[in-house]
């Protein structure tokens, strides 16, 4: 009987390059072993062999440590940005040949955006996109930015509509629309008639906000600390509707984005422009890095920005060249 014919180790070797890469690339986005080992279904020392037999393979250190997290080296950086778009293809190959299989017109889309968000800004677009395609199934999740954030990279949301301040390495923004920030006030208030505004003005009227967690509260405190001017915020309070509603009763002023005012806002509340402190606000779309768009995806961003899938869609620092 002839001996049995070794496996070709190229072929082993071939085989078995995915599951390293994809455990490095989950810890570099996740920051940690223990997570990444929770998002692959596998077990800590597992990973972290991986990780090691890498790092032997290609002889450098791919992590560091800052605080509690992994942080990526520079070598470590150089890799994932050359393994993350193969990984993610390859994860996405499957879904992706289903998707073409089936056509546009069926699948799902989970978009995660805040209330004003979807309150001011999708509606018109949404409409847009089920008459367009009917038969997806779109879910809208009511998530402010960091928690958006999570959702994309825990692949529970395919893409984001919102503003963002900072831009995390790991995600794509591409702004779309800009609004004016301005300030409102009840009819009659000392501030609504006053030729030209100054922050010191503003200072010792109360503030309504919302909440600190939330990307107006960061940048109004910015432009406040920034300019060494003091103010009060005295009522933190979700949503835009109400904050106007408890502005025209008289309770405070606010800053706002221009994006959540209509026309019967202008009946019951004074509304000034800040443009000299409070730069303009940007919205549009945010990816996680790297991933794989759907067909729904794809179509539902065109709809907001038909040129976003040109060549050189991102710049170094996340944003949009075009």
Not at 28 to 43: K, P, Q
Not at 222 to 231: N, T
Request: hydrophobic share 40%; charged share 25%.
């Amino acid at each position: 009987m002839p001996a049995k014919k070794p496996a070709n180790p190229r072929f082993s070797y071939k085989s078995d390059r995915l599951k390293p890469l994809r455990a490095f690339c989950q810890t570099v986005r996740l920051g940690s072993v223990s997570r990444a080992a929770e998002a692959l279904f596998v077990s800590q020392p597992a990973v972290s062999l991986q990780l090691q037999a890498l790092e032997r393979e290609l002889g450098v250190v791919l992590f560091e440590r800052s605080g509690r997290r992994l942080v990526p080296s520079r070598e470590g950086q150089l890799l994932y940005e050359m393994a993350q778009p193969l990984v993610e293809s390859l994860d996405g190959l499957e879904a992706g040949f289903r998707d073409k299989v089936r056509g546009l017109d069926a699948g799902e889309l989970t978009i995660a955006a805040n209330s004003s968000t979807i309150l001011y800004l999708l509606p018109k677009i949404v409409e847009d996109f089920r008459r367009r395609h009917p038969d997806v199934r779109l879910a809208l999740h009511d998530a402010i930015s960091a928690d958006g954030n999570e959702l994309l990279r825990s692949d529970a949301a395919d893409l984001a509509v919102g503003s963002m301040l900072d831009v995390p390495a790991d995600l794509s923004y591409a702004p779309v629309y800009d609004f004016e920030q301005v300030l409102i006030a009840p009819h009659g208030h000392p501030l609504a008639d006053k030729r030209e505004l100054t922050l010191e003005d503003l200072s010792p009227w109360p503030l309504i906000l919302p909440p600190k967690r939330q990307i107006t509260w960061r940048l109004v405190d910015l432009v406040f600390q920034r300019h060494r001017v003091p103010y009060t915020v005295a009522l933190e309070v979700g949503g835009w509707e109400v904050i106007k509603q408890y502005v025209a009763m008289g309770m405070g002023i606010s800053i706002v984005t221009a994006l959540c005012l209509n026309d019967g806002d202008r009946e019951r509340l004074a509304i000034r422009p800040m443009a000299r402190y409070f730069p303009k606000r940007s919205y549009g779309v945010t990816v996680r890095r790297g991933k794989v768009l759907s067909p729904q995806a794809r179509a539902f961003i065109e709809l907001i920005r038909p040129d976003l899938f040109a060549p050189r869609q991102y710049d170094d620092t996340g944003h949009s060249e075009r």
